[in-house]
């Protein structure tokens, strides 16, 4: 169908684990395919596993598995390199070494780009080759490239994504069926939604450092992990979901990244979305990313976070894109990024829920009311519920700093009449 | 920012209207951002209006402004064409000739592409230029980008969209409110959503002409506008879409691009979609796609579908990569494509809903039931509802051939107890 039929772009890959596996099957089944329609002519050469001897239901020519990883990155018979080994080390080195060696290369490591990226995009820029990352943020959903070219003339104003599916799948079990927080971080583990330890999950981790790679691209300026303010779901109780859904609201673990002048903010936390936008629709172990430009307005991408073929579409997307710009001769477009200013948390503005355990006698509500205005903090809706001695005051704020939220809450804890500060979330909305 | 700082591209505009004064406008005041994040410099040379005479709100250099559009096409101090006008023709010709000069050209006009796309992708090709349309279908989602690059590698199975607002406006209101299609109609119009003759919108011509393009891209087959089984929403009643309601789906106008078997089917109709399905949350005069393949799963890609910034948006994203092309050499990628085997609409199979009014007498269900059975359609279930002397007969049948559905509707117009055949709606979603 083409002309001069170009020579096969060789490829090495490193880590055959759920998504190398199914990159190389859907590798071999589609090439023929993707020749056609693309032009691209892309060939498994060589994996990297971490033992060579295991059989494996993947079919490769003799010679293509070894254990030895930095022999596939120092092949002169691969051409590109994909890595998907995740953790830092020895990721990084590998894919520095591909990279000065000229060769593409392909990520789907969230963790290696949260705190190598900048050292490594100055490497590809160096060498003058691509470094793609599709399937490191929300999995199979095309985001990066829409982000970082379809939305290259654009101001991007905030980036809220819904990127960690294990998360998503607890929040909507104790939305749906009321369950506890323990119960439905079982059910999630029972179905293999969510590890055996599911730190990095539910403490905000892993949305974490995918904040900090989408806040990189949607601004242009370098975000790491560490910029991120992160709060997991461990605290969300059945209770504040129901008064969520009460008050039309849906409890969502946000990735939120904002321009604030010439900063940025970034941070995870759960946070209360209105039931009528759409990301309150995503249900499940569903990833997506709700962006809102100046001129282009709102915007989402939905799809599935993670799993094996899904994450594996999205790096072979790359690998075609890596492959055609090799033969042409061209590259995908980076510019070299400043370090972010990152507007610290406390300075963010928003609106709160907050639900506090009361001793239930005369005159607690005025005390408890007494200290948000002590910090300017402006109440708008209050509900109490009585619980025996005890009453449960759940409290809307308008839109206050995290830091006189804070010093409120820290006075609150101090009152005689206050047995618990429990439920804070932000809410998300309209102002 | 740049080691050696490029020419800039120079930018002929043909249209200003409401998206050519929005890219005029976005293009002057993010020309200086857009270089320092890309590397490209645009700016704008000529813009080719009806009315050069008459005042505008965007601020041009002397002399820039034309009332002959051919003129900018061939001006030498044009590089990159951007055609904004509509209609067929002169835009056809003027971006034919552009095309020629090897002039890359940026185009939001649907019913041009989905006329004459085989023409103009071959006279791209034969020229080496980008010929790019993110704006034409679906505004300023970005959508052709990552189907056609993202997902190069992804067999694509379905790609189901709500992409015309004013429909979607109306069913919105026709579902929230009860209104009648003419009351939200009229609705719509006072809100500037459809115009005075809505006939391309309701009618769904212009989702067809879209439903072309999505498959075009999706399947890598040229589909025309010709091909797209088309029908509109004038015949959908609040009776319609209560029963909807009643059984978990709301009514949307949906593109729907299948592959079946190496045929693609393609066409545009009122459905039913589940409530729980991300479409059913796209609400008003949003746009979204959801798109189905083999390895990625379900992705949707949701936004704005018209306006004047959001398209400008759009469009500016493609400039930007044209630019970009021009400078290094490079240019996007496109295969030569194949005509179409177009699946005829007869010899598609779908779940039905059917709507019919029959006289209220014994006997009467019998009858039609026993029509149902002749041809083989099997219902799934039936409720009945007394209307004075006549009863409304709604029924959801098991997956049938449209074939077949359309011999049993016109076997019961026949029937002397049937009064009306009124909705009739395919339903979406899991058989």
């Known amino acids: 169908m083409f002309g001069s039929e170009p020579a096969a772009v060789r490829v090495g890959v490193l880590g055959c684990g759920t998504v190398g596996g199914a990159l190389v099957t859907l590798l071999q089944r589609e090439a023929p395919a993707i020749a056609e329609r693309t032009g691209v002519r892309l060939e498994v050469a060589r994996v990297a596993v971490r033992d060579p001897a295991r059989a494996r239901p993947v079919d490769l020519p003799p010679g293509a598995l070894t254990g030895d990883a930095g022999s596939v990155v120092t092949d002169p018979g ?11 080390e020895p990721a990084r080195t590998l894919v ?14 969230k963790q290696l780009l949260a705190l190598c990226g900048a050292e490594l995009f100055e490497a590809a820029s160096a060498a003058g080759v691509d470094l793609l990352y599709e399937a490191a943020v929300a999995g199979a959903i095309p985001l990066i490239r829409p982000l970082r070219e379809s939305l290259a003339g654009e101001r991007i104003a905030r ?27 079982a059910e999630a583990q029972a179905l293999g939604y969510a590890e055996a330890d599911p730190t990095a999950d539910v403490e905000g981790y892993d949305a974490a450092a995918k904040a900090a790679i989408l806040a990189t691209i949607a601004f242009g300026v370098q975000v790491v992990a560490d910029d991120v303010h992160r709060e997991g779901i461990t605290a969300v109780t059945p209770a504040d979901i129901a008064f969520a859904g009460r008050l039309g609201y849906v409890v969502k673990l946000l990735a939120v990244s904002e321009a604030v002048g010439t900063e940025v903010a970034v941070r995870v936390h759960p946070a209360m979305v209105p039931a009528s936008h759409p990301l309150a629709a995503v249900r499940d172990a569903f990833n997506a990313v709700f962006v809102e430009g100046e001129a282009v307005g709102e915007l ?29 001769g061209g590259r995908g ?19 709160y829920y907050l639900n506090i355990n009361v001793v239930d006698r005369p005159g607690v509500l005025a005390a408890v009311a007494a200290v948000f205005g002590t910090h300017g903090v402006s109440i708008r809706s209050m509900e109490q519920e009585g619980l025996g001695d005890e009453a449960r005051l759940v409290f809307i704020t308008h839109k206050a700093t995290e830091r006189d939220v804070q010093a409120t809450l820290a006075d609150l804890r101090h009152l005689d009449a206050v047995e618990r500060v429990g439920g804070l979330l932000r809410v998300i909305g309209p102002e």
Chains 1, 2 share one sequence.
Do not use: C, W
């Open 96 to 109: 520095l070494d591909a990279l000065k060696a000229a060769k593409p290369v392909v990520t789907a490591n």
């Open 159 to 185: 980036v809220m994504g819904i990127v960690n599916g294990t998360t998503n799948y607890v929040l909507t079990r104790m939305t749906d069926e009321g369950a506890s927080y323990a119960d439905a971080l």
């Open 333 to 351: 477009r980076t510019a070299p990024m400043n370090r972010a200013v990152v507007r610290p948390m406390a300075d963010l503005s928003s609106q």
């Open 78 to 88: 691969v051409d590109v390199v994909v890595e998907l080994m995740g953790g830092v």
């Open 300 to 328: 989402m991408f939905y799809g599935r976070g993670a799993g094996g073929m899904p994450t594996a579409s999205a790096v072979l997307g790359d690998l075609i894109d890596a492959a055609h710009n090799l033969q042409v």
